[in-house]
């Protein structure tokens, strides 16, 4: 199932016959990825039933089911960690950030981590990035620290198109941080802003992000980062 069929679902704007269309549409996924998990062998790997419950833990998003959808997904996480399938874990995150639980702002945090030190689909780092945004205060440099991160990382990991498109979603997303931060809107204000807050500078960006990370997830942490820092092909 599409992150992006998803994500439209859960849309403020979507209009009533949609919503109905949506709800039928995420019924049957349902159905369909219980029978595929029944129907898998029993030699099947915990990586590749786990990724057919991704798929319902999002259909009972998807259905308003946000206590089902955590309780579907929680269990994953440490199951991709261990496989090493970052990008199906940072999903993961996703799903539970968006149930709206107790510990969802400690999933954010997680998802953020794994986002920016895995090469996640750039859109879906992106996605997690813009929820800190979503998340902070207007006066609070942890918003203007995660979009200009995101922007970066857009450079970094996209090409073609979609380096195109998503360039243009992540400078609208700075834009409005410093809008709401400093009340400022035109491009060259907004590059001084930047540099004033020393953002232009990857080491000190990155330092802030992880900072802003750890506040998040307030030393509440669900694997070893240091472990999985170990295992980086650059260590």
């Known amino acids: 199932m599409s992150r992006k069929i998803l994500s439209r679902a859960l849309s403020e704007s979507i209009s009533g016959q949609d919503l109905g269309d949506a709800r039928a549409f995420f019924e049957n996924e349902l159905r369909e990825h219980q029978q595929h998990l029944a129907a898998l062998p029993n030699d099947a790997s915990e990586a590749d039933r786990a990724r057919v419950k991704l798929e319902m833990a999002r259909a009972h998003l998807g259905l308003g089911n946000k206590e089902q959808c955590w309780h579907t997904a929680q269990p994953l996480l440490s199951v991709f960690i261990e496989s090493e399938n970052f990008e199906q ?26 986002a920016v030190t895995y090469p996640v689909l750039p859109a879906l780092t992106v996605d997690m990035l813009s929820y800190i945004v979503d998340e902070t205060p207007d006066n609070s440099d942890g918003a203007a620290v995660a979009s200009v991160a995101a922007l970066y990382l857009v450079g970094l990991r996209a090409t073609g ?42 080491d000190e960006l990155f330092t802030r992000l992880g900072k802003v990370i750890d506040a998040i997830a307030g030393n509440n942490w669900w694997f070893d980062r240091e472990q999985l820092r170990a295992r980086l092909p650059v260590n």
């Open 161 to 202: 198109k979609e380096k195109e498109d998503l360039e243009f979603l992540a400078k609208q997303l700075v834009a409005l941080v410093a809008k709401r931060h400093r009340n400022i809107e035109d491009e060259e204000s907004i590059e001084i802003w930047i540099e004033m807050l020393e953002l232009n500078n990857l």
């Open 89 to 114: 874990a940072v999903e993961v995150c996703e799903l539970l950030y968006l149930s709206e639980q107790d510990d969802s702002i400690t999933a954010l945090a997680h998802g953020c981590w794994l």
